[in-house]
């Protein structure tokens, strides 16, 4: 057992987890942090994405014991009690989801994406998000949805 201490949605831990705990299950079962979702365990659908320090990670691509001092944001993290996040919104306005289990890693992809280009091209944000498949849809709204944030974002500057 290893100790680790990450602060997780504004709350700060202190856990013993086995060395090879994946950080999507240490997440989910020592948490409770069930809205990160396992889709693949193989990193290649980004179900399961969160923020690592302001940056995107598939989290069953990293041990919980590399996550030690550092801080997550999971879905479950990024709304600000009653208000969702202008993400989460544009994509309720924009039906950017089907069955919804793409979503939260979609949503925290298009966060990080976001918050490194508040402006992208539709290209910049297909390829932003090409890391995240859907089985559900064409991708057209979810491309739609990260337009719509971008400008509820731009908004929320002025």
């Given at each position: ?56 990670l598939k989290s069953c691509s990293m041990l919980a014991v590399q996550a030690d001092g550092s801080e997550i944001t ?30 939260p890693g979609m949503v925290i992809s298009s966060i990080d994406l976001l918050n490194e280009n508040p402006n992208p ?38």
């Amino acid at each position: 057992m290893q100790h680790i201490k990450v602060t997780v949605d504004g709350t700060t831990y202190q856990k013993e987890v086995e060395p090879r705990t994946l950080l999507v299950h240490f997440l989910r079962e020592d948490l409770g942090r069930v809205g990160t979702v396992v889709g693949c365990d193989t990193s290649n659908c980004g179900a399961c994405t969160v923020l690592v320090d302001g940056v995107s990670l598939k989290s069953c691509s990293m041990l919980a014991v590399q996550a030690d001092g550092s801080e997550i944001t999971t879905i479950q993290g990024v709304s600000d009690g009653n208000d969702w996040h202008p993400v989460q919104s544009a994509f309720k306005e924009c039906h950017g989801l089907q069955c919804g289990y793409c979503t939260p890693g979609m949503v925290i992809s298009s966060i990080d994406l976001l918050n490194e280009n508040p402006n992208p091209t539709e290209a910049e944000i297909r390829e932003g998000l090409e890391g995240n498949l859907c089985r559900c849809t064409g991708y057209h709204n979810i491309v739609k949805s990260v337009q719509r944030a971008a400008e509820l974002m731009e908004g929320a500057k002025s």
